[in-house]
């Protein structure tokens, strides 16, 4: 599976960004999507899961209620679409692909739950 995220730039805050990460290669019925961000100095946080199939998401907490994790299957892309953006919201996003299957998705909100991972995109959010 290779994953390219797509989408990031600046925007003021309280502004909005969707980002994209295209999936190629094969993909699994059992597939779990992931969105990471990493700021400068911090480390890898999770953002958002959503499963390939059914409707299941998770959220992190911080950005609960201003993002939404969504896919489109027939073009094998996961979208994250960004609301009322804060600064500390600024970090390089990333996506990343599970294959191996899992209960639930609280179970996939760190980085080594994926087993497949790609190139950022930056977003930075302005005061």
């Known amino acids: 599976v290779q994953l390219q995220a797509s989408g990031g730039g600046l925007v003021q805050a309280w502004g909005s960004l969707r980002l994209s990460c295209a999936a190629s290669?094969?993909?699994?019925?059992?597939?779990?999507m992931g969105w990471f961000r990493q700021a400068p100095g911090k480390e890898r946080e999770f953002v958002a899961a959503?499963?390939?199939?059914?409707?299941?998401?998770y959220y992190a907490d911080s950005v609960k209620g201003r993002f939404t994790i969504s896919r489109d299957n027939a073009k094998n892309t996961v979208y994250l679409q960004m609301n009322s953006l804060k600064p500390e919201d600024t970090a390089v996003y990333s996506c990343?692909?599970?294959?191996?299957?899992?209960?639930?998705?609280?179970?996939?909100?760190?980085?080594?739950?994926?087993?497949?991972w790609g190139q950022g995109t930056l977003v930075t959010v302005s005061s």
């Open positions: 990343e692909a599970r294959i191996r299957p899992i209960v639930v998705l609280t179970n996939a909100i760190r980085s080594n739950d994926y087993d497949y």
């Open positions: 290669g094969r993909t699994f019925s059992n597939l779990v």
């Open positions: 959503i499963r390939w199939s059914g409707s299941s998401t």
